[in-house]
């Protein structure tokens, strides 16, 4: 079992529980890190830094070995890391293109990422995928809930949230 945080200092810290160790995964030159999201296994985490530019990009670190791997590119905005059920993947969003688009890319770094373009203009937040993996919830910047069709690339509205934020499980 493992705990994982950010502190003031702009460190990314990695606590083992049972022999109480603390390792320091990445140090963030700029604002520091966010969106701290274990895969299903709990082998690997998905977090954001920005880049020297300001630019947010999206990182694996992988427990067994320590290794890390940046999945965007510094010229993009990239951010809402949301792994897969079977935790082969992770949805994000992206301005690549100057709109912005779903992309989901696979945590081993080698499979090319799919871009799936999103309904209609607006800033995107909260991508949960369903339990089969098929489907993927998400919300934009008017409070409507979307479902994306994984393997279509297709997106239906279907409803209203009222929290702008909502933390989903």
Not at 37 to 64: G, K
Not at 95 to 106: E, P
Request: no cysteine.
């Amino acid at each position: 079992k493992h705990l994982v945080w950010a502190d003031k200092d702009r460190k990314l810290w990695l606590h083992e529980l049972t022999t109480r160790t603390t390792t320091l995964i990445a140090n963030s030159a700029r604002s520091g890190f966010g969106e701290l999201v274990w895969s299903p296994d709990s082998q690997w985490l998905a977090y954001t830094d920005p880049a020297s530019n300001l630019v947010q990009q999206i990182h694996l670190y992988r427990l067994a070995d320590g290794s890390k791997n940046t999945v965007t590119s510094d010229r993009v905005e990239s951010y809402s890391p949301a792994w897969s059920p079977d935790g082969k993947s992770v949805a994000y969003f992206s301005d690549a293109g100057g709109a912005y688009k779903l992309v989901i890319a696979s945590q081993d770094g080698i499979t090319p990422a799919r871009t799936i373009a999103l309904p209609e203009p607006s800033f995107y937040y909260t991508p949960a995928w369903s339990p089969d993996g098929s489907k993927i919830l998400y919300t934009d910047a008017h409070l409507r809930l979307w479902v994306t069709d994984v393997v279509a690339g297709r997106s239906t509205r279907v409803d209203t949230d009222p929290f702008m934020l909502p933390e989903r499980s």
